[in-house]
């Protein structure tokens, strides 16, 4: 592990000290070319495609001279994403995987289920993973501005079924906290919703993000809040991710975590018992686990759906049932994820 002093740093501090440059990162890591199977060896055009950025904090976590350190393989730009692109466009791969750009009713806003619209207030992360399947979206066309407001409420006025606000991006908790706090408030104003669920890989990556302000909002809007945190691996988990977990429910915050399931990370029953059991160690319940959405670039990751089916078995053999989380698939125009048959 490499040692990183962060205690006298902010969040925004933390969220700015990162890692841009894949060689420095292989030099941190103290990896070489010999280090590494041919296919893993860098490539510019990934990392061109979709920019390596991680945190110093996460890649502390990191174990120095693995090639296969499951937090590393998420995140550098390698030779498989941009292999055989013709093959990934066959086996169904694609720049929209969710088909979200039909969903994306204004700018800003995706109604994809029935209840509920996802909001993308910004196209920032803290950490990009290579896996993700908005890697392609074009977010500089679709961030909402303050004059998209009107036409956001009227929108929801209108749908009078939508009861929960979904803040997305990017990572909605890397924006700052009066931002957030404009959003939440203007939500709260619509007598119709109810529920406010935020999805973020921060907590994760940068668990101090989990400052006091940001408590305070959580603690005093009448809306119930949940959070739906992202994490693969108990080795992205600390000390300081169960401080500010503890945080969020001493305030009444309801705890989920999503996991997606990735070739050589987590395609395996021990891996994924240890994170179910680590994450209620820090009083967060497993809510979905996700087999990869197709985008393009990720192919690599892709497990069949039968080990995913034998590992979810095992894990309903092992685990108490409110540590297994749902095996689901997302599919294109679906108003709902759909289970994956495990018998």
Same mark, same amino acid.
């Given at each position: ?16 000290? %990162? ?10 890591? =103290? $990896? ?6 041919? +296919? /893993? &060896? ?124 979904? %803040? ?10 009066? =931002? $957030? ?6 939500? +709260? /104003? &619509? ?124 894990? %309903? ?27």
């Amino acid at each position: 592990m490499i040692n990183y002093l962060y205690q006298e740093k902010n969040w925004q501090s933390q969220l700015n000290d %990162l890692i841009s440059d894949p060689e420095e990162l292989l030099a941190l890591l =103290k $990896l070489t070319t010999h280090d590494l199977k041919s +296919e /893993q &060896l860098l490539s510019q055009h990934a990392h061109q495609q979709f920019k390596l950025r991680v945190p110093r904090q996460f890649v502390a976590k990191m174990q120095v001279g693995n090639a296969y350190d499951p937090l590393f393989l998420q995140v550098f730009p390698h030779h498989l994403e941009m292999q055989d692109m013709e093959k990934q466009i066959q086996a169904g791969f694609s720049a929209d995987p969710l088909g979200e750009l039909e969903a994306n009713t204004l700018p800003g806003m995706l109604h994809k289920y029935k209840s509920r619209i996802l909001m993308t207030i910004t196209g920032a992360c803290a950490i990009h993973c290579r896996y993700c399947f908005r890697r392609h979206f074009p977010y500089q066309e679709n961030l909402p501005k303050s004059r998209d407001w009107f036409a956001i409420e009227h929108y929801i006025r209108d749908h009078p079924e939508i009861n929960e606000i979904i %803040l997305s991006g990017g990572d909605p908790l890397t924006v700052s906290n009066d =931002k $957030l706090a404009q959003w939440i408030n203007r939500f +709260e /104003q &619509l007598p119709q919703i109810k529920t406010l669920r935020i999805h973020s890989r921060v907590p994760v990556v940068i668990p101090q993000r989990i400052d006091d302000d940001l408590l305070r909002i959580l603690a005093t809007t009448r809306l119930k809040v949940i959070l739906v945190v992202h994490s693969n691996h108990a080795n992205e988990l600390d000390i300081d991710f169960d401080v500010a977990m503890r945080k969020l429910c001493n305030i009444n915050v309801t705890l989920f975590n999503q996991s997606v399931l990735l070739s050589e990370i987590n395609d395996n029953f021990y891996i994924l018992k240890a994170l179910s059991y680590r994450l209620f160690d820090a009083r967060v319940l497993p809510y979905y686990l996700h087999v990869l959405d197709k985008v393009q670039g990720a192919s690599h990751f892709l497990i069949t759906d039968a080990t995913a089916q034998t590992i979810y078995q095992a894990l %309903l053999k092992e685990l108490p049932g409110y540590l297994v989380p749902k095996l689901v698939r997302e599919t294109s125009g679906e108003l709902h994820k759909t289970p994956l048959n495990v018998f």
